[in-house]
């Protein structure tokens, strides 16, 4: 009999996430019958989106992992192989590589709990769950889908030294537009200006309408937005006729019991014919393989960088999770198992 653990969620957020919401359980798994495998994780993601998707089987938060074949009785899945698999906060887990990804909802997640890593070159496999992965392939078709940018565009992106907006940034450049980047403090900017952002403020001591006024006093042709609340709507009314604003992510509201003001964009698109389209990334599956080779290459080439931190260990991963909501760390947050 194997032994697992995993991560289940013991009460629901009221407020911000604490480690109190979370406990680690050990399980044996069953024996595994005709065509099953046993994977291990080797890494595991936490993503912003865990805090609000309201999805959980058996309790256990949401996510994908790369994980390793450990036994098998499918010849297609011999013991060695690497795997992506959406199976939340799980160390070990018997499953059958066709079976549907229980977190399925359309346009929102893989319809199957496995994925195949992609053949695009020799990459640390940690990278599916980064640049390589969901996050990266969310900065990818959100940008060049999306906000569709030309060579002097000026591009606004929040959240910017994060798995997201790191990637959109370094991928503007590539485009020949001039970015500007905001993050919460000065080893992030300090990284930022390193990937070659033309400009990078901190928001929490500059407003957004104050970097406007400084970096783009001429306005704004494609803003990605990360982080919704106020400062979406400021650069929103700073877009130029034609602007094309990415609705990616609202991390300023996740993790609270608050909402804030709504008000009447309407009249701002309408007037200024801007397109504002929001994104889900996996509409974009049948696509993931040729935009991973084009940043595979672009990796290989130099143009593309990437950053992880790590944690080491199963037993942090609501520590990793909460690091989000902290913003202290930069690029992808990995917990590795
Ligand atoms: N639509 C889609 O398909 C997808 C959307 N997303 C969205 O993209 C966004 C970025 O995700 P990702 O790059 O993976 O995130 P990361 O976890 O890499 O980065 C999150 C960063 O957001 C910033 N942040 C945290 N809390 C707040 C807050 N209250 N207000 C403003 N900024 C905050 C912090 O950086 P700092 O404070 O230094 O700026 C933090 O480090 C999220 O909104 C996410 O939901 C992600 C993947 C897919
Ligand atoms: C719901 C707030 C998060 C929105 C932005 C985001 O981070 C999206 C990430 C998706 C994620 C699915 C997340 C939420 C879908 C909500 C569905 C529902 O029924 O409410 C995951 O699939 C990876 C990203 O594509």
């Keep these: 009999m194997v032994k697992a653990k995993r991560w289940i969620q013991i009460k629901p957020f009221e407020g911000p996430a604490s480690l109190d919401n979370f406990k680690l359980i050990e399980e044996e798994l069953p024996a595994l019958k005709d065509g099953e495998i046993l994977i291990e994780a080797l890494y595991l993601t936490v993503d912003p989106y865990m805090r609000v998707f309201p999805k959980?089987?058996?309790?256990?938060?949401?996510?994908?992992?790369?994980?390793?074949?450990?036994?098998?009785?499918n010849a297609a899945y011999p013991v060695g192989k690497l795997v992506l698999a959406m199976v939340g906060w799980r160390d070990k887990t018997v499953l059958h590589p066709d079976q549907d990804n229980p977190f399925y909802v359309t346009r929102f997640a893989p319809k199957k709990t496995l994925s195949q890593i992609p053949d695009v070159g020799d990459f640390p496999s940690s990278l599916y769950l980064g640049i390589l992965g969901m996050p990266g392939l969310t900065a990818y078709f959100g940008l060049l889908e999306k906000c569709r940018p030309k060579p002097g565009d000026v591009v606004v992106v929040s959240a910017a030294a994060g798995a997201v907006g790191s990637v959109v940034g370094q991928i503007a450049k590539i485009k020949g537009c001039t970015v500007i980047g905001s993050a919460g403090n000065q080893e992030k900017i300090d990284w930022l200006k390193s990937l070659g952002f033309d400009h990078v403020f901190n928001y929490k001591t500059t407003t957004v309408g104050?970097?406007?006024?400084?970096?783009?006093?001429?306005?704004?042709d494609c803003y990605f937005d990360n982080v919704g609340g106020d400062y979406a709507l400021t650069v929103l009314d700073s877009l130029r006729p034609y602007g094309r604003m990415c609705c990616c992510g609202q991390i300023s509201r996740y993790d609270t019991t608050q909402t804030g003001p709504i008000k009447d964009l309407i009249h701002t698109i309408m007037i200024n014919e801007l397109s504002v389209s929001g994104i889900m990334v996996y509409s974009y599956s049948e696509n993931f393989t040729s935009a991973q080779q084009e940043m595979a290459n672009w990796i290989k080439e130099g143009k593309l960088q990437y950053r992880e931190t790590l944690f080491d260990g199963f037993t942090k991963l609501p520590e990793a999770f909460l690091e989000i909501f902290k913003g202290s760390s930069a690029g992808k947050l990995i917990v590795k198992a």
């Design 56 to 73: 959980r089987v058996d309790d256990t938060p949401i996510g994908q992992q790369v994980a390793r074949v450990t036994e098998s009785k």
């Design 210 to 220: 104050q970097a406007i006024k400084e970096f783009a006093p001429d306005g704004i």
